[in-house]
């Protein structure tokens, strides 16, 4: 390749490489990923409240397995009571005590009764707010399912127009010499991906900063065979 047409391949390389900068920014700005960093909270927060409202669910339900089998044994006492009233029927004082705890007894079992109908009605509230959160929790993942598959139909589609470019830059460092090529990428490092830029009059076209005569001068005279010399202010390779 003849030097004249280095700086030229150089400045195609910086083009190729501004453009690969511009693909990593997509790659890095996806929209999907806060959205999908959101929905992960809000996921996180639904799966807790689901945990609290089970365990609540869980006490309702062991206060009604409780409140039965005081019950069962409640309406045995009684049975058992009744049965001693028919074996005393003669006994006034003994059948009027029996009775007198039937009363009792049967007091306490419609206390339970309503309380247990209590306890149902809040399982039923439960119940509703169980529903609630499942259904928000199936809307969440169909919408992460969704907002993940866009995402990476992007992040492919960028991918494969990187690999382009980097194949295109591939071909275009090949051309040239392998020691601007390090010199170049060296550059590329220190600024911000960007490691050369052409000289338009007396402005480097990088840092915009306008060469004054005597700037110029020495980057020409210390330029190599192919015109590419050093930005002054920035440093980096200067296609003059
Ligand atoms: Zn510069």
Redesign the pocket.
Known sequence: MSPASQGETLLKLVDVDKLLLQLDKQLNALPQRPKLDDLADTFDQLADKSEQVAKLRLRQEMSIKALRDERQLLSEKVIESQRQIEANSTKYKEVSLLSTEIENLNKRIEKITYDIGELNAGIGKINAVEKQLSDRQAYIHARQTELTESLENDISQLEAQSNKLEQQRQKLTALLPAELVKRYDRQRGLKQGIGA?ALEGHI?Q????ELTEGQLARAKRDADEAGVGT?P????L?VI
């Open positions: 830029a480097c990088a840092c915009h900063i930005c202010s920035c440093l980096r200067l």
